[in-house]
């Protein structure tokens, strides 16, 4: 059975990967475990077009991963408090499960929650722009 990224049973899914990951007997060295970098992987990309996924979910996906919220594009008007207010959540949350979360927040200047990317960028995918 097939489900989308997003769907009931992802939180499971980043789980079982990152469990994976640190199973593997290779040389290991900074951020172990499960990225999910909304701009620069076709698939997440995909599924934020869908609207499959908000920032609390990334977040909470987070926690069972090996990084925090990974460029996420934001609105460009999108205010210091609420970046400090995303930023304070993941640090909550760093500090509760005792390991690093990082953030690339990415206000896109110009764009509104749902307007398309227009990045011509080789290692960036276009997709919206989401809520903070």
């Given at each position: 059975?097939?489900?989308?990224?997003?769907?009931?049973?992802?939180?499971?899914?980043?789980?079982?990967?990152?469990?994976?990951?640190?199973?593997?007997?290779?040389?290991?060295?900074?951020?172990?475990?499960?990225?999910?970098?909304v701009l620069?992987?076709?698939?997440?990309?995909?599924?934020?077009?869908?609207?499959?996924?908000?920032?609390?979910?990334?977040?909470?996906?987070?926690?069972?991963?090996?990084?925090?919220?990974?460029?996420?594009?934001?609105?460009?008007?999108?205010?210091?408090?609420?970046?400090?207010?995303?930023l304070l959540?993941?640090?909550?949350?760093?500090?509760?499960?005792?390991?690093p979360l990082?953030?690339?927040?990415?206000?896109?200047?110009?764009?509104?929650?749902?307007?398309?990317?227009?990045?011509?960028?080789?290692?960036?995918?276009?997709?919206?722009?989401?809520?903070?």
């Open positions: 059975m097939h489900s989308p990224f997003g769907s009931a049973g992802t939180l499971c899914v980043a789980k079982l990967i990152t469990e994976e990951l640190h199973k593997l007997s290779i040389t290991k060295t900074g951020y172990n475990g499960l990225m999910l970098p620069e992987d076709y698939g997440l990309a995909k599924r934020n077009k869908e609207h499959r996924f908000n920032i609390a979910n990334l977040l909470l996906y987070s926690s069972v991963c090996g990084t925090g919220l990974d460029t996420i594009p934001l609105p460009g008007d999108t205010t210091i408090d609420q970046i400090n207010r995303i959540d993941i640090g909550s949350l760093s500090i509760k499960l005792d390991k990082s953030a690339r927040l990415m206000p896109i200047p110009s764009k509104k929650p749902g307007d398309k990317t227009e990045f011509d960028f080789d290692y960036f995918v276009n997709t919206t722009v989401m809520n903070p």
